[in-house]
Nanobody, 115 residues
Framework: QVQLVESGGGLVQAGGSLRLSCTAS????????MGWYRQAPGKQRELVAE???????NYADSAKGRFTISRDSAENTMYLHMNSLKPEDTAVYYC?????????WGQGTQVTVSS
């Protein structure tokens, strides 16, 4: 089992920044892939960014150049640094981890970007 706890969401004006955190109950380098997904009202959940255990990263086109995914092994935490936020980034953001073929999710954190 893997427990994931997110934090860092909130309300920000367009052009602003936020940092989301996801703390895992297991060593994050033992997790095959960790990632951030988001789900806006009336839309399907979509990948924002992911990072493999070896450090390879992958970003959605909407996130490239604005968001950065990173990890801190000392804190057992994954981060999503979001800059130049847009109203269309408004969504619930979920942390995800793959471990031995199983997917685990956090409870989600709301990000609201006002215009």
């Amino acid at each position: 089992q893997v427990q994931l706890v997110e934090s860092g969401g909130g309300l920000v004006q367009a052009g602003g920044s936020l940092r989301l955190s996801c703390t895992a109950s297991r060593n994050i380098f033992s997790l095959n892939i960790m990632g951030w997904y988001r789900q806006a009202p009336g839309k399907q959940r979509e990948l924002v960014a992911e990072i493999a255990s070896g450090g390879r990263t992958n970003y959605a086109d909407s996130a490239k150049g604005r968001f950065t995914i990173s990890r801190d092994s000392a804190e057992n935490t994954m981060y999503l640094h979001m800059n130049s936020l847009k109203p269309e980034d408004t969504a619930v953001y979920y942390c995800n981890a793959n471990w031995y073929g199983n997917k685990y999710w956090g409870q989600g954190t709301q990000v609201t970007v006002s215009s």
